[in-house]
């Protein structure tokens, strides 16, 4: 999809006003935030285990060549086939040139991240491919067309009415003309109109949370059941996924698993944990003819070799957006791109370009609420405050606020000179205060006077009080 | 660390550039607290620490103002803030911010070595405890986002409250979660910032307290504007205002004597 983080502020604007999201995300924020810590607290050596999490991870990323490497030797031993994309455009090229090799008609879609990253649904449907997304939240997304709001939830923001009347829309010309207005009804609905979609596909594709270089295994982790019904029943399954989500072997997976639901759902382990290791052997009961991954690159070796490499440690458990207050204030589809939240902001400005994304890594109070739950120990706000950096070494940061720093930077620098600026800002202060009408002339100010009264100032600085009297508190 | 050269520490106050415009009041009562604790006080001639270009990503401009505040504080036993953002800036990310700059970096770790939030300087370093003094209300404490996950603040201020007797800690819900602020944040993105803060209070107000302290005036001023906004009664004060029963001068954001 092409990334409307330009109009992060216009989103944003939007979302705070829109009800329906507000009580969706309302209900997400507490429900996550919750489940996390009581998953949390039946864990025993939980800060050992997510050290020895990150450090599988350091490792890998510090020889990740290699590991690629032996992860291909050994999925082409198992008799798939690895496919390299630098771009986007490469990984949908390559995509669609296999399901041109098949003659498909129906292709069937398992969640992936990194589907949406190469936009693929588009490509797809473009070329005349009938595309059906079979998790229950990419379904729902699907029949909105809009692009997820949460990585591990992509239909978070809808409320259940609104589900109903999408269902209502789309499924009557099915001869379901029943509005299902419950959640077993919802699903079961969804899951008579998927059963004859699963059934009948061409190509099943499907992300990877994680790929395990000893055995050449995607492995997805799900909680209905869809990622094995897609990878196993139609004749062709590919992988869309991403050079970083190799890790050496599967006792490193075993470990990492026990974070990945935890910090995501709050459950010990999902549903269903499925590794795909080749395509279907001779005596195989059943699954695919084909087995394809493609590797997408999309910038992530340039982190690799540069100051961002440790976002490449995610592991897309979601935690950090479900701890964000700005992303529960404003929801997923504000950050206009496939990611959001935290692991959004640093991520869609380095994939998509500094220009255009501007305001992602600045609409972040730097709270640290998301390096603390990460499991990865990711430095969130370090990360985004570099993004910060180029952004004003680049001059994409607006011209006023740059010479605004550097006027203040003079100041600051001057300390008499600063004194008795801050003399006359304090007494000015004082006189505005009772007077919004002037107030509100003045720049910034009515952003926080807008719902927000102006603090009283005391009228004279600290400093001169106190080299007037420096023992006036004894 | 090093330890105090003599038996009454020297302490350099680093009022913070909010608190020196807005709120002089903690700064006064800061230095009643040190003084009550046994420390010298000197107040070097100060201007900001350098956080608004430091988070605006203007590296260069925050180094100048980093040198000058290690030029102004290295020779203190401890260098003693007001606020955790601000305390957070020197003891976490001045080392950082002359990484390559060995002459300087090497200095701004020893400073950092030696610089507290004031808080936690009182509980846990000097081991301070609230003379007798009766305070009749029930209060309720917004934990800093900066002071709570760099520096770990979060029994200090409470332990300090409790040695106030009379004085009654009601815990609200999210105590945690960041109330808004952000410095530029909440003028950049006002109206997310709102949307924060109108939830912190939702939380401070089912609380039923009397007054919401907090370690850091930026956040305090945020809660305080909202507050008043509408129509709360709930006063805000500095938890520094509170312990040297300086809170004469009225709460935070209003005229003084109206509560």
Not at chain 2, 37 to 66: F, R
Not at chain 2, 186 to 202: N, Q, W
Request: with cysteine.
């Amino acid at each position: 999809m092409d990334s409307k983080a330009h109009k992060f502020r216009e989103n944003a604007k939007v979302a705070l006003l829109d009800p329906d999201l507000q009580r969706a995300l309302g209900k997400a924020r507490g429900g996550f935030v919750d489940a996390r810590t009581q998953a949390f607290s039946c864990l025993d050596r939980h800060a050992e285990i997510q050290d020895a999490a990150k450090q599988i991870k350091d490792h890998t990323l510090s020889v990740l060549d290699e590991y690629l490497v032996l992860f291909e030797k050994n999925v082409n031993k198992v008799g798939g086939k690895v496919h390299w994309a630098r771009t986007p455009a490469e990984a949908r090229k390559i995509v669609l040139d296999i399901c041109d090799d098949v003659d498909a008609r129906r292709i069937i879609k398992g969640k992936s991240m990194v589907s949406e990253e190469i936009a693929l649904n588009y490509a797809l449907e473009t070329a005349g491919y009938d595309v059906v997304e079979t998790d229950l939240g990419e379904y729902i997304i699907q029949l909105a067309g809009e692009p997820p709001s949460h990585i591990i939830a992509p239909a978070v923001h809808k409320t259940r009415q609104q589900i109903t009347d999408l269902f209502h829309k789309h499924h009557s010309r099915l001869g379901l003309k029943e509005r299902v207005t419950d959640i077993p009804d919802i699903v079961n609905e969804a899951r008579l109109v998927l059963r004859e979609a699963f059934l009948s596909a061409d190509v099943g594709i499907t992300g990877a949370n994680f790929l395990v270089a000893e055995t050449g295994s995607s492995v997805i982790v799900t909680n209905e059941g869809n990622g094995d019904l897609t990878n196993t029943l139609p004749g062709v399954h590919i992988v869309t996924t991403s050079i970083e989500k190799v890790i050496p072997t599967l006792e490193d997976l075993s470990g990492i698993l026990r974070l990945l639901a935890r910090n995501g759902t709050g459950q010990e382990i999902t549903s269903y944990t499925t590794l795909s290791t080749g395509p279907r052997r001779t005596g195989d009961k059943d699954g695919p003819s084909q087995y394809h991954v493609v590797l997408l690159d999309n910038g992530r070796s340039e982190m690799l070799a540069g100051e961002f490499k440790e976002m490449l440690r995610c592991i897309r458990c979601g935690a950090c957006l479900n701890h964000c207050p700005v992303y529960g204030a404003v929801g997923g589809h504000s950050y206009g791109w496939v990611y959001s939240g935290p692991m959004g902001a640093v991520l869609t400005p380095l994939m998509v370009g500094l220009d255009g994304t501007k305001d992602l890594p600045n609409a972040c109070t730097l709270n640290g609420r998301c390096a603390e739950v990460c499991p990865m120990s990711i430095p969130l706000p370090d990360l985004l405050r570099k993004i910060r950096v180029r952004q004003n070494e680049e001059r994409i940061t607006s011209v006023r606020a740059r010479w605004f720093m550097k006027a203040w930077g003079f100041l600051a620098c001057k300390p008499h000179l600063y004194g008795w600026c801050l003399r006359i800002l304090a007494w000015l202060l004082s006189w505005l205060w009772g007077k919004p009408h002037i107030l509100r002339l003045l720049p910034f100010v009515h952003e926080w006077t807008a719902t927000r009264e102006f603090p009283k100032s005391q009228g004279f600085t600290f400093q001169s009080a106190y080299r007037k009297a420096p023992n006036s508190h004894e | 660390m090093n330890q105090p050269s003599s038996p009454r520490p020297s302490v350099g106050l680093l009022v913070t550039c909010l608190v020196d415009l807005l709120r002089p009041n903690i700064g006064f009562a800061a230095m009643k607290l040190l003084h009550e604790a046994g420390c010298d006080i000197e107040v070097p001639s100060q201007t900001c620490c350098g956080q608004p270009s430091y988070n605006s990503g203007d590296l260069e401009t925050t180094k100048n103002i980093a040198r000058q505040v290690i030029d102004q504080f290295e020779f203190f036993d401890y260098v003693v803030v007001p606020s955790g953002s601000c305390a957070g800036m020197l003891i976490k990310h001045y080392p950082k911010l002359f990484e390559a700059e060995p002459k300087y970096r090497n200095r701004a770790i020893e400073l950092a070595s030696r610089t507290r939030e004031l808080v936690s300087f009182l509980v846990d370093d000097i081991g301070y405890r609230v003379p007798a003094r009766r305070l009749n209300v029930r209060v309720t404490y917004h934990d800093s986002c900066a002071g709570l996950r760099e520096l770990g603040i979060k029994g200090e201020p409470r332990s300090l409250l409790e040695s106030i007797e009379t004085l009654e800690l009601t815990e609200m819900s999210d105590s945690e979660v960041c109330c808004g602020f952000g410095g530029t944040f909440c003028v950049k993105y006002g109206d997310i910032s709102a949307r924060m803060v109108s939830e912190k209070i939702a939380s401070i107000e089912a609380t039923s307290a009397d007054f919401v302290l907090g370690g850091d005036l930026g956040c305090l001023l945020n809660i305080a504007g909202c507050l008043s906004r509408v129509g709360s009664k709930i006063a805000v004060y500095h938890v520094a205002e509170v312990a040297s029963d300086m809170i004469a001068s009225g709460p935070i954001g209003k005229d003084a004597g109206s509560t």
